[in-house]
């Protein structure tokens, strides 16, 4: 038998291995860890523990945050302000489900009694939503807390109820060792097994994990290569399971001529600090911006052009993709028509310089050679697209994939009803999850109202991973019909014992 792997931890700004964190995990040692976590199910069963466990994690990666940040930015270089920001938002996520876990309005309970005078008639009917199980998370690459061990897919799983079992991202192994550990202390600390939460390392172990028949569903985010290959797996099992998925997106962004009249330096400037905001690691990052052809236009460019020249090169989260971004921006340069502004690529032995290039939008109205415009490159660059009149807009859009976010930047008059600012909403809505009329997309708030997916292949479903309703993910609704009061479980009795949200007989009660 071979020896196991080794998983290193490396740092992107040298491309040196750091230390060896730990080894890829065997299928054997796969099976152990889902094995392991199914059994602490019934120990979550308990709402009320669930919430001090996810508090218990908040307090405990708050407590430690200087080491946190330290190991994160030691292996993806993003920096301790970025991090340090990231870290609030993991805590303020564990602990925004705590008190939808403690609220109860995530079980969905709808009560109708027996009713014989209806046709037909109906009888005694109790819908709750349960946990679906063991839950397999993907950890990001570009977010190594807020999407990672600690974050929205982990928190909402345990939130709903089911035990997770986390694959790794080998960007930051060592981080994932210490928010495990910290995770496990919480749930040592809240009462329950600290095995409600395991980690494993290893491209093979992710395949042996969406495969594992114990396993009920599975969230990922990451790129659309690695993510399709984990969603047909997981749909080819002989009992197929649900898996959310974030692939890629373009971001597409829309500046009408009226808008790029009234402010398009502005906007030009936005664009550019939205599209270089974390070395263009962002999954929101704008990398498609429709702009007017004409003098308007030029000018958001130009300021555009002086917002990137202002970056100072980057270092990405790995070396892989650092050579994947060069040889991307390289290869759509090199199509006819396409021209390079500010030209993005190497920015050094290890780092890498934002830019732009530039298209007629004419060009990407039917498929053809430029077709790899359309197709997300990550990193730190972005396609302007310059057309010439709004049909040349909406030839486009109707070309693009789905994506998480799209953004209308407007004039004032438009945004108060005038031209086609509803129209060209109305198109972008189409497209994305989430629809911005001003501002940029880099920034997800974490709120009830939020919307973090996208028409395929932004997400292989049509959840959320981000906001309180990201839970819904890892339930499946049970209704139980003529059953006595007494074998009910306490969510569905009479007296509802828990004092939970619910509607009986169509009225919330």
Known sequence: MSAAAPVWSVDPRTGKPREEVAVEATPEEVDQAVRAARATRDALADRSVRAVFLRAAADLLDASAEHVVEAADAETALGPVRLTGELARTTAQLRAFAEAVEEGSFLDIRIDHADPSRTPPWPDLRRVKI?????????????????????GDTASALAAGCPVVVKAH????????????????????????????????????????????????????????????????????????????????????VVTR??????????????????????????????????????????????????????DAGVMLDHR?????????????????VEAPVTAGAGGEHT???????????????RGVHDLLLEECFGP?????????????????????????ATLQLSAAEAEGEGSGAQL????????????????????????????????????????????TAIERWLRPV???????????????????????????GTPA
């Open 131 to 151: 946990p679906l199980g063991v839950v397999a998370v993907y950890a990001a690459s570009n977010f190594p807390l807020a999407f990672s061990v600690p974050g």
């Open 170 to 253: 080998p960007d930051h192994p060592a981080t994932s060792e210490l928010c495990v550990s910290l995770l496990r202390r919480a749930a040592v600390r809240a009462g329950l097994p600290e095995d409600v939460v395991v980690l494993v390392h290893g491209f093979a172990a992710g395949v042996e994990l969406v495969r594992h028949p114990l396993v009920s569903a599975a969230g990922f985010t990451g790129s659309v290569r690695g993510g399709r290959a984990l969603f047909d797996a997981a749909a080819a099992r002989p009992v197929p399971i649900p898996f959310h998925g974030e692939l890629g997106s373009l971001n597409p962004v």
């Open 258 to 311: 009226a808008a790029a009249e009234e402010r398009g330096e502005a906007i030009g400037a936005g664009l550019g600090a939205s599209m270089t905001m974390g070395v263009g690691q962002f999954c929101t990052k704008p990398g498609f911006v429709l702009v007017p052809a004409g003098a308007a236009g030029d000018a958001l460019l130009k300021a555009l052009t002086a917002a990137v020249c202002d970056t």
């Open 321 to 337: 993709m650092r050579d994947a971004f060069v040889a991307g921006v390289a290869e759509r340069a090199a199509l006819p028509g």
């Open 352 to 366: 890498v310089s934002g830019g732009y290039l530039t298209v007629p939008a004419a060009s990407l109205a039917a």
């Open 381 to 405: 660059v972005t396609v302007v697209a310059r057309y010439a009149d709004e049909s040349e807009v909406g030839a486009v859009l109707s070309r693009l994939p789905g994506n998480l976010t």
């Open 425 to 468: 909403l109305g198109e972008l809505t189409q497209l994305a999850g989430r629809v911005l009329v001003g501002g940029w997309p880099t920034g997800v708030a974490v709120a009830p109202a939020q919307h973090h997916g996208g028409p395929y292949p932004a997400a292989t479903s049509t959840s959320t991973s981000v906001g309180a």
């Open 479 to 505: 209704t139980y019909q003529s059953t006595p009061g007494a074998l009910l479980p306490p969510e569905l009795r009479d007296d509802n014992p828990l004092g939970l949200p619910r509607r009986v007989n």
